[in-house]
């Protein structure tokens, strides 16, 4: 059976993380991954501090194991967020889209474990400085709000840079992804694209098909301009917006007001033209639906079968 210093640290049976996905994971699907021996993660993104306690509730109702909160640092209701999270006992928080030092403080007070995802080596050793109990290593192959460096090239300089575990997320979707980021010194990884068809997972079915019907090349990033890119699947919306981009007669403003609501329309409304559908490179390869529980067992079960096997490589 996989295992690794991340289960012992955070209490679960299996080193996977559900990424907490923007207007997508919610209670429903953290409790599910949690269930299943996983790291379930709910999204603080596109919550208020009322609405984050309200689903931290729930999620408690649903699993007796550990889950955790993704605090997004752009949102503009991370300062209550990061205080409900404190308030509600929350044992694991993930951030993103930015620096956490702020709040890095309180939460250690507070006893929370806290887990940030960079996208450099020098917020990775920052965050160790800091406190954290781990870091995320993400790749740009991942969904939603990306750094610039791709996993197989992230992953290694981070575990070398930082004494505490390494999490390994972007690009992967099953065993031949996890092996090989345990290989790249990570101790685990997370995953988002191959959760958000889980039979758990509340988003809007067309965002599902759409995952499920992509290819290798169906993603594409946008956003660069305004100094935060987003990957999402190609559609009506990311091709008009690129569009918008490199066209110098549109203001900052008009570009911020285009992606306002983006991301609900697609995750809720499942409005394939006007929202932005964000996915990572690996939605090619996400071809079923499948509970969480079997997505995770997939992927222990596929990777610990090729580490068990490489010795074929050594003489
Ligand atoms: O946060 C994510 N993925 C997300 S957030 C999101 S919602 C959104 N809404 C509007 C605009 C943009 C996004 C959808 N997907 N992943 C974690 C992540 N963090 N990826 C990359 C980073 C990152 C990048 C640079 C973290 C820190 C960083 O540097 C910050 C600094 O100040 O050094």
């Known amino acids: 059976m996989l295992q690794s210093p991340i289960c012992d640290l955070l209490g679960i049976e299996y080193p996977v993380f559900q990424g907490g996905m923007a207007w997508i994971a919610d209670a429903a699907l953290a409790a599910a991954v949690s269930n299943a021996g996983g790291l379930g993660i709910i999204a603080g993104m596109n ?69 940030p995802v960079v996208a450099s080596v020098a917020l990775a050793r920052m965050m160790e400085r800091a406190g954290a109990a781990a870091v995320i290593a993400e790749g740009t192959e991942s969904g939603g709000h990306i750094g610039e460096t791709t996993t197989m090239a992230l992953v290694p300089r981070v575990a070398g840079a930082v004494s505490v ?32 068809v889980a039979e758990e997972c509340g988003v809007h ?20 301009r305004l100094g935060h890119p987003v990957r999402a699947l190609k559609n009506p919306f990311a091709r008009e917006y690129l569009k ?45 639906k499948e509970p969480a529980a079997a997505i995770i067992r997939d992927v222990c079960e596929g990777a610990e079968a090729l580490l068990k096997g490489a010795g074929k490589w050594v003489r």
Request: hydrophobic share 40%; glycine share 12%.
């Open 47 to 115: 919550s208020n501090g009322e609405q984050l306690r309200a689903q931290v509730r729930k999620a408690r109702q649903l699993t007796d194991r550990p889950f955790g909160v993704n605090v997004m640092l752009m949102s503009p209701y991370a300062t209550e967020v990061a205080q409900v999270v404190i308030e509600e006992k929350v044992p694991v928080l993930t951030t993103g889209a930015g620096n956490p030092g702020k709040y890095m403080k309180a939460w250690n007070e507070a006893g929370i474990k806290v887990i």
């Open 165 to 196: 575990p390494v999490i390994a997320a972007g690009g992967i979707a099953d065993g031949r992804g996890m092996a090989a980021a345990l290989m790249l010194g990570a101790c685990g990884v997370q995953m988002g694209t191959r959760f958000l």
């Open 205 to 224: 079915e067309n965002y599902k098909q759409k995952v499920l019907k992509a290819r290798d090349i169906d993603t594409m990033a946008t956003g660069r």
């Open 244 to 288: 918008k981009e490199y066209d110098p007669s549109v203001s900052d403003e008009e570009l911020e007001a285009l992606g306002a609501g983006s991301l609900r329309r697609a995750a809720l409304e499942g409005d394939e033209k006007n929202g932005s559908f964000p996915a990572g490179q690996i939605a090619g390869m996400v071809t079923r």
